[in-house]
């Protein structure tokens, strides 16, 4: 899935007043905690991640890793916090977030 800017714009503005539903410690990304982002997106579709550290280049790594194993759309990456969209893949539910078409 491609968006716009718009659509990320439109994302980014719903996310803002999201609460971390991951947060990720020293240890880095762990298999578990894609598991965790795995379940998080499937139920929220639209979730924000808290990294703990101050390396910027760490930060970018586990972003792109993120979004290469979750197939998830980076949508916003700003200090310490990550924001991923993935629309829902149940056919027999309805995505829960709409992105207008723009």
Known sequence: MKLNPKQISHLRGLAHSLSPVVMIGNQGLTDNIIKEVEVSLNAH??????????????????????CDSTNAIGIHHIGKQLVFYR????????????????
Do not use: C, M, W
């Open 87 to 102: 629309a829902s893949d149940t056919i027999k539910e309805k995505n829960k977030i709409h992105i207008p078409k723009l």
């Open 45 to 66: 579709e639209l979730i924000k991640i808290k990294v703990a550290g101050d390396d910027r280049d760490a930060r970018k790594a586990i972003y792109q890793s993120i």
